[in-house]
């Protein structure tokens, strides 16, 4: 079985700040991992993926995470976040195949940018 | 292009009512899934679905039933609601079988059961 641990339910950053999101794995196998965001009322919407190759991967709008396979960990990073960044942002796992499928999801983490 | 649509969006029942969760997505995907989220435990896999007439159990199936007559429907079912169902409801699809292929959420269905 496969589990997702999220250390920080809430973090309070201000704008322009940094932020780190950290977000820890458990599997006996391979894994694929990703980081989805939701917005207030909205379902969850993909913002990067680590399937194989470097292990950093980045996304559109300045989220970048790293896989660290001794550590199982594959935390989230912002250099400057800004207030549009507000929302709740969770960790999944799932094996090959199938990069969609079965995802086990972590407890979340609710960013609050403050001005 | 609709994408997951997930109907209603909003939902009170009482103790032991049913009622039926729509979800319907537009993009030919295989694998349609249920999770439910809850404050602090993330979202959890109810029920998934490889293809039509193909179902099988995630991690908190119990009280829910799912059935995939078509590619592009996958109602949840809840035969006799009970407060412990009280959550926000997330349909979710993707291909079943392409590396490539994130999973795509609907919107959800708030469910309140009193």
């Known amino acids: 079985a496969q589990s997702v641990t999220q250390l920080d339910s809430q973090v309070p950053v201000f704008e322009e700040a940094p932020v780190e999101l950290r977000c820890n794995y458990s599997?006996?196998?391979?894994?694929?991992l990703f980081w989805y965001v939701q917005y207030p009322n909205q379902g969850l919407q993909l913002l990067l993926k680590?399937?194989?190759?470097?292990?950093l991967v980045e996304s559109i709008n300045g989220f970048e995470a790293e896989f660290n396979k001794s550590q199982t960990s594959f935390h989230l990073r912002k250099p400057s976040v800004h207030i549009s960044d507000t929302a709740e942002y969770f960790c999944?796992?799932?094996?090959?195949?199938?990069?969609?499928?079965?995802?086990?999801f972590g407890g979340g983490t609710r960013v609050l940018v403050k001005p | 292009n609709a994408g997951v649509t997930q109907t209603p969006k909003f939902q009170v029942l009482k103790t032991g009512q049913s009622m039926t969760l729509q979800c319907a997505q537009d993009?030919?995907?295989?694998?349609m899934s249920w999770y439910r989220q809850d404050p602090g435990m993330g979202l959890r896999l109810i029920h998934y679905?490889?293809?039509?007439?193909?179902?099988d159990q995630g991690e908190v199936p119990n009280g829910y039933n799912v059935s995939r007559s078509t590619t592009e429907d996958f109602p949840l079912r809840l035969l006799s609601a009970a407060p412990s169902q009280t959550s926000v409801y997330f349909c979710?699809?993707?291909?079943?079988?392409?590396?490539?292929?994130?999973?795509?959420f609907g919107n959800g269905t708030r469910l309140t059961v009193t």
């Open positions: 993009m030919n995907h295989e694998y």
């Open positions: 599997s006996s196998v391979s894994v694929y």
């Open positions: 979710a699809s993707s291909y079943a079988r392409d590396d490539n292929s994130p999973l795509h």
């Open positions: 680590y399937l194989s190759g470097s292990t």
């Open positions: 679905s490889v293809g039509a007439g193909i179902t």
């Open positions: 999944a796992v799932t094996s090959p195949p199938a990069a969609g499928n079965k995802l086990t």
